[in-house]
């Protein structure tokens, strides 16, 4: 997203707008035909400026689309399915299962905030839907991508040794194994970031609104891709003895150099170390999550022991809570950067209709996701079936209202500090979302005494 003073030029060439108190829809926004981005080029015909109908959807059509996209959260039940199918892989270390979460939020992490730059990017004209020949926007946005992953990986791998000797029972010397781990995933995992952007490309090109569409159908695919890749990493790495260590470790050791080429590159590029310094920022709040998280989620184990149905809903479950968040808070950013709403609190009832069919699109799918995860557990039976979608319902109840209001702060108070929201609202409310659906889940498993 373009914000200060750069932003403010950009927007300024590619609209004109009316003063902001003043607007009401996007039908208030006149676009200029002969604007250019602010590297000097043609804005992409299909702007969807250009297309006021956009911002102007019916609480249906935004339902519809919830729906759909949140339909994908099903194939997080993949994930779960190999986490249960691979419990074995946790009696190799003890940080193994408590760093499950910090990958799925790193993950998460990542993807959100391409995702914003690009949903943002996508609709004023600075991204053009395509991979050949884009913008120089587009390219330095997977350069930040490549550097903020390795960043992520030893800033989290850090706290979690943190957060691990004191409840974890994990050895200070633990450290190079945690590094080494999270990195070799996190290398592999950038290939979720080729694919984040085809999806919003596809999404844009097909009239559908990449803020609502994309972020839910990649966080449920990229939740499998990343555990298939971490399962991979972790299996090669204690069961193919010096061998598997030494693979791993070169991963990680060449995904370091290709790190360092991309910031020796981009060191006078100031946008690309704004982003830097900005989800430096980020990462303060989001690896103390995470390793909250991974706290909770191992007394979680302790008390279902062996109930494969919720491993295997687990990463579906946080993530249809961080969907709902993720809605809110792209739909938030891009129209406060095209001025449809103020940056103040109580503009939140602009955005309400999307609160609102995302939330109920997320409820209905919580109850298909608790069936097919006890159908294919074998532990489906009329009663549990009831118990087990009251607690996913009564989690949902609780979690997703404060992940609401948390994404759309982030948005409101990053803005009017005239940083880029996209570099925080995603990233810290997919973690928050998935430390706070894990705590609630705790919580609704000791109420409900499961």
Partial sequence: MLNGDAGTNAKEKIFRFIPPRSINSA???????????????????????????RFQDSFSKSFRECLLSFNFDFIGLLAGFALASRLDLFRFAPWVISIYPAILSAKGMIAGMLTGRLSTALHVGTVYPRFLKNTKTFYKLFDAIIVIALITSIFMSLIAV???????????????EVISNVTATMALGMSIATLTAYVSFLSFKRGLDPDVVVYPVMSSTADVIITAYYILVVSVFFTLSNLGKTVIVAISITYFALTIVTV????????????IREVILTLIV??????????????????????????????????MIGDVGSVVGSVSTTRLALGLINPAFKSIMMVKKYIFSSWLASIIVFTFLSFVSLVLSGALSPFYFFIFTLILTTANIIAVPVIVLVSYSVSILTFKRGWDPDNFVIPVESSLADGVATITLFLTLFIYQI
Wanted: hydrophobic share 40%.
């Fill in 27 to 53: 039908g208030d926004i006149f676009f200029a035909s002969s604007s250019k981005n602010n590297h000097g080029e043609e804005g992409t015909h299909g702007s969807s400026l250009g297309n006021s109908s």
């Fill in 286 to 319: 989001v690896a103390f999550i995470v390793n909250v998280t991974g706290t909770f989620l191992s007394k979680i184990s302790a008390i279902i022991e062996e109930k494969r149905e919720l491993y295997m809903v687990y990463p579906a479950f946080i993530d």
């Fill in 162 to 176: 943190i957060f691990g000797f004191f409840f974890w029972g994990m050895e200070v010397g633990s450290l190079l």
């Fill in 264 to 275: 020796i590159r981009n060191l006078s590029d100031k946008e690309f170390l704004r982003n």
